[in-house]
Every structure is written in structure tokens, then in C-alpha cells.
């Protein structure tokens, strides 16, 4: 039951959260204002429905280097870590 009225609040709060979003177009008075907001909305709702592109290889090698760095990081700070007496 708490299920079934869950998933129901969560439906109508993103159906009237996008409701809300067309009807604020449809209320601005100049007309190319008007119809700059409707190319923003189309645009918006485009990318949401275009399906996530796998990354660039260019970008994997960036986030493979990243990654690389922040190891190097972390053997440093260990390696200066040890140096530190726990004890004195």
C-alpha cells in the first residue's frame, strides 16, 4: 500500500514538474521570446531522450592519466606518512 502510494506521489510530482516547465512558454507575451523558450524545451527534451554515448577514447586515456596521478599522489603522502612517529 505505502509502495503503491509512493511510486503514485513520485508520478504526478515529475508529471506536473514538466507540466509546469510547457506551461511557463506558453504564458511569455513576445512572441520570439515565446518561441526561444519552446527551442530551449525541445533541446532539453532531445537530450534526454538521446542515449548515453560511450566515452571517447580520448577521454578514457584522460580519466586512465587521472587516475595514474592521483596513484602517484597516494604513494607519496603514504611514503611521508610512514616517516611519522605514532608513538613519540
Known amino acids: 500500500m505505502r509502495l503503491t502510494l509512493s ?26 521570446e515565446r518561441e526561444a523558450c519552446y527551442h530551449r524545451q525541445e533541446e532539453e527534451l532531445a537530450a534526454r531522450r538521446k542515449p548515453d554515448a560511450a566515452p571517447a577514447p580520448s577521454a578514457e586515456s584522460k580519466t586512465l592519466q587521472s587516475l595514474q596521478q592521483m596513484r602517484r599522489d597516494d604513494a607519496e603522502v603514504y611514503r611521508s606518512i610512514r616517516g611519522i612517529c605514532n608513538g613519540c
Request: charged fraction near 15%.
Open 7 to 32: 511510486v503514485s506521489l513520485a508520478f504526478i510530482v515529475i508529471t506536473v514538474t514538466q507540466a509546469a516547465a510547457i506551461e511557463t512558454c506558453r504564458h511569455i507575451q513576445d512572441k520570439t
